[in-house]
């Protein structure tokens, strides 16, 4: 059965994902190759989908877990306020052309996000769900879900789909099938298909009900 913790390594995976390829352009572009403009710019919105996801991590999620283990979201809040940096120095050298100090950013920004969200992974989330019962795991989920504006929403599903694998596909197809209106999911799985292409018969081998 899939839980929303399940949900949650899905987006962490989307964001190792898109910053490793972020990262490896600025590398190149450092390096001399043209073109890579728009996978480096990439930068820009999966910080928004950061700042969402980390908003409602502190709205819905560490306020949780206080309750069960005291004081173990406080160093993630930490965490946190180091990605908004690390962005606001990528920003910065992405902004004054400058591919070296570009490249070294994008390398602290992937270096930290990725320690960052394999702690969470194996610590943080492991503590809620096991010290958290499910109907409130699910409650956490749907107030942190209450951060991404819903009219980004489709943009959201559009940049998650192709960086993440079929079972994180899976996970996250049936949770939005189990948690959205009927008429907001057909929306959704729309968006889906169109993103992922050949790969939706996969998906719909994986969820007949699609
Ligand atoms: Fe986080």
Redesign the pocket.
Known sequence: MVTPVDGIRAVHNAFRHDIDRIDAAALDAAQGKEGLAATIERFRFLNEVLVW??EG?EIA?FPALENVAPLVAEA?VK??RG?DSAFDELNNSYSARDPLKTARATAVFRFHLHM??AK?DTH?YRIFAERISLPDQGKSMGAMAGTIPKDRFPEVVAWMFPLIGHEDRENMTRIWQMVLPAPAFTGVKEIIKKTIGSDWAELTRRIPTL
Do not use: K, R, S
Request: glycine share 0%; charged share 25%.
């Open positions: 996801h980390a991590e999620i993630y965490d946190h990605l960052h969200l969470e943080l």
